[in-house]
Every structure is written in structure tokens, then in C-alpha cells.
């Protein structure tokens, strides 16, 4: 889908009597993707749980904190290798570091890999990941938009995101009860307008607080799966999923004109190069930390890989600062790359694993870590 959005996108010449450019449907377009992520992630929500996800706390913290550290300062000495200012070096380092929240949902649920162990991990790495996000464009935006930074504002923007993420999830393990109750309605039709309106509701409320709006719809599909009703909301919601998922890929694919990514291509593959070693080796490192196996903390550095929306979000605050212009291409052609090869990283993560266990024989060292029988 993304390739078809790009094949139709502003660039294509146009004539008097034959124009293939969605230029004028763009905007719909756009809006329609982003309910598709809204649906991604609620989706993912439903297929887990809020007490899964408050039993691997400790786990997350670490691994969140292992992921933004090491991608953040690969992304800050991949910008100094290529000899860009500090400003630039900055916004790269941005660029780099931030998941995509609706292609890593869609792999996972595509893949059908809700179920394995290391998923729940995963979706606290992308909780986590938007925490640093909301904090990282507040410090950013206070330097290179207005030339000035409050440490106190970036604390109260970071904090309002974790507030409100941990008072959600507070307030639902509270409410269960009462949500088992309000939903309780025979009318199909009423009990999914009553859970798209909730949906939406949340996401809105998210965007006061400056959390975005898909890990808002992730954090209410987590509470809603520890209701009675979590069959019949998977049940009701899957086709919006899947249209409006689709949708949004090929909105993003709009969004890339490949006419301005050719003078970007030796940085990107070099940040391509630094942002497969790194998330696999904080991936390896996150898993091990929370005693899973080599196997399923190896899914977790490929599953993470994936470069998107948020990406481009980094690219535009650089441009509103007057920051170099080759930053937009560089984002669009990394973001486009990423956004092909994480998911086909992710769906061929077995022999990935296989290739390099074959090296570092991590089967082995576990096996003799085991006592022996005796």
C-alpha cells in the first residue's frame, strides 16, 4: 500500500484530460489513515491485557530506557560522523531513535504474533517510546522554534505524559467493574457506536496532554480486554481495522515523493546501517534483561525496527526551524526504507536468528548456564 500511494502521489505529470494525483483527496485521506492507526492499536490492546502489561513494569522501564539510550546516542555519533551542526545532529538523532507505533502493531497482528512472549515487552517499548517523544519535540521545539528552552516546561510536558498513561491504566483496572456494566448493551449497533465513541474520545483527550493518539487507543484497548466484552468488541472492530489500516499506508505512501530522496541516499544508508545494529542490540539486551529467550528477544530487535509517521513529524519541526532542508529528504527516503524492510525483517525474524545463533551460539551458553542433571 505504501508503494501504491507513492504511485499516485503529487508528482505524476497531469494533463487537461487525465489526472492520477490524489492531491485533492489528500487531506480526506490523511484524516482516514490516522483513524487507521487508532484502530491498529486498539486492536492490539484488545488482544493483550491491562494486568499483563502492569506484571512486566519493571521489565518495560528497563528495556524502554535501554532502547532510547542506545539508539538516541547512535543517532547523535551517526550526525557528527557525517560533520552536520549540532542542530541538525539533534533532529537526526530524533529522526532515528522513534518506532513506528501502527507498523509495528500491524506486523504483530498480521504475523498473528500477539500470543508470544515478547509481545508485551514490545508494546511497553512503544508506550515508552512516545513518553520520550512528547519530552524530546518539547526540548526541540524550545531550542530551535523560539531559540529559548525551560527545563521546567520540558518537565511538565513529560510529566502530563506519564501521568496521564498511569492514571489511565490506574483508572481502568479500577473501573472494570463499571465498564462490564456499561457495555453491557444488546443492541449491536449501539454497542459499537458506544465503543468508537470512546475510542475517539480517548484519542482526543490524549492530544491535550500531548500523548499521541494511537497509544491512546492502545491504552484503552488494554483496559477494554479485561472486560466481558473484549470477543465482541475484536469481533465488531476487525473490518475497520483492516480498511482503514490499509488506508493509512497508502496515505503515508502519498506523503513520500521520490523525486527529492536520491540526494539523501549515503547518510540513509548509513543511519539504516547504525539503526538495525542498534535496535537489535537493545532489543537482545531489553529481552535478556527480562528473562526471555534469545529467540523471542531477537523478534523483539527486528519488530522494533520499523520507521514511520512519527518520523516525519521530527523531519517537519526541523524544516519550521530553518534547519537544513536536506533533512526532509533524508527522513523521507529513511522512513521509506524502514518502513519495507522492518516488516520484512520481522516475518523472516526466524532465520535471522538462526543465521546469527549459528555465530554466537546463544543456545549453547544458555544450555550451559542450566545445572547439570544429576
Given amino acids: 500500500m505504501i508503494l501504491a500511494g507513492m504511485a499516485v502521489g503529487p508528482h505524476l505529470p497531469a494533463t487537461r484530460f487525465l489526472d492520477l494525483r490524489f492531491t485533492h483527496s489528500a487531506p480526506f485521506i490523511e484524516f482516514m489513515g490516522r ?3 487508532l484502530f491498529l492499536l486498539f486492536y492490539l490492546g484488545l488482544e493483550f491485557s491491562l494486568s499483563r502489561l502492569i ?10 530506557t535501554l532502547y532510547i539510550s542506545l539508539n538516541f546516542t547512535l543517532g547523535l555519533l551517526f550526525g557528527q560522523l557525517m560533520g552536520w551542526p549540532f542542530a541538525e545532529t539533534l533532529a537526526a538523532a530524533g529522526i532515528t531513535t522513534i518506532t513506528s507505533t501502527a507498523i509495528v502493531a500491524k506486523v504483530l497482528v498480521d504475523l498473528k504474533r500477539t500470543a508470544n512472549p515478547e509481545t508485551e515487552l514490545i508494546l511497553g517499548m512503544i508506550m515508552f517510546d512516545d513518553v520520550f517523544l512528547a519530552v524530546y519535540l518539547s526540548l526541540f521545539s524550545g531550542l530551535f522554534l523560539t531559540r529559548a528552552t525551560s527545563l521546567s516546561g520540558v ?39 458506544a465503543v468508537l465513541m470512546a475510542l475517539f474520545l480517548v ?7 500531548h500523548v499521541a493518539e494511537a497509544v491512546c487507543a492502545l491504552l484503552l484497548g488494554l483496559v477494554l480486554a479485561d472486560t466481558e466484552h473484549r470477543q465482541r468488541i475484536e469481533r465488531l472492530i476487525l473490518p475497520f481495522r483492516d480498511f482503514f489500516g490499509s488506508v493509512f499506508f497508502f496515505s503515508f505512501g502519498l506523503s513520500l515523493d521520490p523525486r527529492f530522496l536520491g540526494g539523501a541516499v549515503v547518510p540513509v544508508l548509513v543511519a539504516v546501517a547504525f539503526t538495525l545494529v542498534g535496535n537489535f542490540v537493545a532489543g537482545m539486551m531489553a529481552g ?14 527486528v519488530t522494533i525496527t520499523a520507521r514511520g509517521e512519527l518520523n516525519i513529524v521530527v523531519a517537519n519541526v526541523a524544516k519550521a526551524a530553518g534547519l537544513d532542508p536536506t533533512l526532509q529528504s533524508f527522513a523521507a527516503l529513511y522512513v521509506f526504507i524502514l518502513a519495507i524492510m522492518g516488516p520484512l525483517l520481522t516475518r523472516e525474524s526466524r532465520v535471522i536468528y538462526r543465521v546469527l545463533n549459528a555465530l554466537f551460539k546463544w543456545e549453547k551458553r544458555e544450555a550451559s548456564d542450566l545445572p547439570s542433571a544429576r
Avoid: M
Avoid at 55 to 64: E, M, T
Avoid at 203 to 209: E, N, P, T
Fill in 203 to 209: 484519542a482526543g483527550l490524549g492530544q491535550i496532554v
Fill in 35 to 37: 483513524i487507521g492507526v
Fill in 288 to 301: 535478556r534483561a527480562a528473562g526471555l529467550s534469545p529467540k523471542a528477544s531477537a523478534n523483539i530487535g
Fill in 155 to 193: 518537565l511538565v510536558s513529560g510529566s502530563k505524559a506519564i501521568g496521564f498513561i498511569a492514571g489511565f491504566l490506574l483508572l481502568g483496572r479500577l473501573a472494570r467493574r463499571w465498564l462490564n456494566r456499561l457495555l453491557d448493551i444488546q443492541s449491536a449497533d449501539v454497542f459499537l457506536l
Fill in 55 to 64: 506484571k512486566a513494569g519493571r521489565s518495560i522501564l528497563v528495556g524502554g
